[in-house]
């Protein structure tokens, strides 16, 4: 079977994976700009993705939603809009060139839908087995909170994921690690209320006591 450009679905899938590994390569995972967010003011989250009919693959949906993340991630503002692709789908691969769906999203600009393809590669590349079994433990968030706390950081765009990730990849995938770090961050009362440190130095007293291995927390914290 072939595309409209003549292409059979081991060449799209070639190319697909090509693409994927270039985008991964251009992806910026830190800050460009003296500026950073503050991420305890952050209130309002957007995302862009695209959909296909199970039942006819030439039919598209790109939905656009907008999150309250200050109330539990409610939805403020969403809009569906039906498309054609250029491209057939493939399972595995979100087989469409988005400068087509920016175009018939209207409003949103190819970069904004770069930006968003290249965050899903991003995610699915440091995710790795995505069936892993998440066996986060007490001890996990104790080891977490205690590294957190150690690392004296001024806000969340500081801390090295890069670190945490590999210390925790036996344990869960890397976002469930920053799920689990989300969970411990809700048990902090008005945590939305509270600066970043605030927010270490609440979990520090409740998951690190004076009785608790600080050599093996210590050992934890090294590279």
């Given at each position: 079977?072939?595309?409209?450009?003549?292409?059979?679905?081991?060449?799209?899938?070639?190319?697909?994976?090509?693409?994927?590994?270039?985008?991964?390569?251009?992806?910026?995972?830190?800050?460009?700009?003296?500026?950073?967010?503050?991420?305890?003011?952050?209130?309002?989250?957007?995302?862009?993705?695209?959909?296909?009919?199970?039942?006819?693959?030439?039919?598209?949906?790109?939905?656009?939603v907008v999150l309250n993340a200050?109330?539990?991630?409610?939805?403020?503002?969403?809009?569906?809009?039906?498309?054609?692709?250029?491209?057939?789908?493939?399972?595995?691969?979100?087989?469409?060139?988005?400068?087509?769906?920016?175009?018939?999203?209207?409003?949103?600009?190819?970069?904004?839908?770069?930006?968003?393809?290249?965050?899903?590669?991003?995610?699915?590349?440091?995710?790795g087995d995505m069936d892993r079994?998440?066996?986060?433990?007490?001890?996990?968030?104790?080891?977490?909170?205690?590294?957190?706390?150690?690392?004296?950081?001024?806000?969340?765009?500081?801390?090295?994921?890069?670190?945490?990730?590999?210390?925790?990849?036996?344990?869960?995938?890397?976002?469930?690690?920053?799920?689990?770090?989300?969970?411990?961050?809700?048990?902090?009362?008005?945590?939305?209320?509270?600066?970043?440190?605030?927010?270490?130095?609440?979990?520090?007293?409740?998951?690190?006591?004076?009785?608790?291995?600080?050599?093996?927390?210590?050992?934890?914290?090294?590279?």
């Amino acid at each position: 079977m072939s595309d409209s450009c003549g292409k059979s679905d081991e060449e799209l899938t070639e190319e697909f994976i090509r693409l994927q590994l270039e985008l991964r390569d251009k992806l910026v995972v830190c800050d460009t700009e003296d500026w950073a967010l503050d991420m305890n003011k952050l209130e309002l989250i957007g995302g862009l993705d695209i959909s296909y009919d199970k039942s006819d693959s030439s039919r598209g949906c790109v939905t656009c939603v907008v999150l309250n993340a200050k109330n539990d991630f409610e939805i403020v503002y969403k809009n569906n809009t039906f498309i054609e692709p250029i491209n057939r789908y493939i399972a595995g691969f979100l087989a469409f060139h988005w400068k087509e769906v920016s175009k018939q999203m209207g409003d949103r600009s190819e970069w904004q839908c770069q930006r968003h393809f290249r965050t899903k590669v991003y995610y699915v590349m440091s995710n790795g087995d995505m069936d892993r079994l998440n066996r986060w433990s007490v001890n996990h968030s104790r080891q977490l909170v205690y590294f957190l706390h150690r690392s004296s950081y001024e806000n969340e765009l500081q801390i090295d994921w890069d670190f945490l990730k590999d210390k925790f990849s036996d344990v869960c995938t890397f976002r469930t690690m920053c799920r689990n770090w989300y969970n411990l961050k809700a048990k902090v009362h008005d945590y939305n209320l509270k600066t970043y440190p605030e927010i270490v130095d609440s979990l520090y007293k409740r998951y690190v006591g004076p009785n608790d291995d600080v050599e093996e927390l210590e050992e934890f914290c090294k590279s």
